[in-house]
């Protein structure tokens, strides 16, 4: 079973950890930029069930940018949610086009 901490281990490797981080204006990566819905594509999911708590349940979005960015998200759910304005995000990542395209990230891990 691959963990959360090694998917965001293959992704620092890969240099391919830019977290994108919700604001009211949209993700960010941290470079002065924000992102939009449109200007986004999930090309990777990754769902991470508690072992033996459902609170720690999250799933990990990779996310690629229109200009060339990947980063990821990550999403709690359960008593460990910690997104401030829950409602903006849940409806900000629910507008980003999926692609899930296995050729962008191989994980053989």
């Given at each position: 079973m691959t963990t959360l901490l090694q998917v965001l281990e293959k992704l620092r490797h890969e240099k391919k950890d830019n977290e994108f981080r919700w604001t009211p204006e949209g993700f960010t990566a941290g470079r002065g930029k924000n992102y939009q819905p449109e200007d986004l594509r999930i090309i990777r999911t990754?769902?991470?069930?508690?072992?033996?708590?459902?609170?720690?349940?999250?799933?990990?979005?990779?996310?690629?940018?229109?200009?060339?960015?990947?980063?990821?998200?990550?999403?709690?759910?359960?008593?460990?949610?910690?997104?401030?304005?829950?409602?903006?995000?849940?409806?900000?990542?629910?507008?980003?086009p999926v692609e899930n395209r296995d050729d962008q990230l191989i994980f053989e891990l």
């Open positions: 990754f769902r991470f069930e508690g072992e033996s708590n459902p609170d720690d349940s999250s799933i990990l979005y990779v996310i690629e940018a229109n200009d060339g960015l990947v980063g990821y998200t990550i999403d709690t759910y359960g008593a460990a949610s910690s997104h401030d304005d829950e409602e903006g995000y849940d409806n900000f990542i629910r507008k980003i």
